[in-house]
């Protein structure tokens, strides 16, 4: 479990109450929260729940079957690289076949190194990504805004989210609940939506292969595009 996901565990009634005020009394005109909000879709509690369900382990997994599948065409073109060559006409053709199927194996092992790469660098920018959105989480958790949003006498009459978690609170200023909201999903959402920036960079460029690269018959299909997480 990495620090996101626990701090979330901890502040899912602070980001209940910032999506509720966020929904009920929005946020001040040309408030930073705006442009945001519509760059990632999705409400700060949303986006920091959804990016905190997103686990590096399946690229990890596909980088480590990757990294097995090189090593096997590594083998085999070393192997191949020492068979024996024949005499005679027959011998050319069979030279010439053994350097044409070396190459493939040679590309094969540059795709697959390329993946394994690419794959750990997903795996990397997601992690370094849900790490600075700890981070904000953790400062906006003891802010001033946080306080302004948890006192009260209890919650208002039927705006509640999933769970029971209240997210108003009566005879608190309205007002000062939404700058409050706003200012930390500001924080909370700059965060997010340079971490999916980031990957949609990584998502869009692809595997870097070599100049020389040459298609090969391989089933070496990218799951990365597969699993990118939908707030």
Known sequence: ??????????????????????????APEGHPVWPLLRRTGALPGDAVAGLAGWSVQPWLEQRDSLRLQLAEAQVIGERLARVPAWDGRAGDAFAAARDRVSREFGHWADRLHAEAVFHQELAATLGEGK????????????????VVLLIGEGPVPGDTAPGGVAVGVPGADPVGQARAAAAIGEVLLREVDAALTALDGLLARGPELPQTEKVVAADLTSTATTLRVEL
């Open 1 to 26: 479990m990495d620090a996101l996901t626990r701090l979330h565990r901890g502040t899912t009634g602070l980001l209940a109450r910032v999506d509720g005020c966020l929904t009920r009394w929005g």
């Open 131 to 146: 790490a600075r959105v700890a981070r904000a989480l953790g400062r906006v958790a003891g802010s001033a805004e946080a």
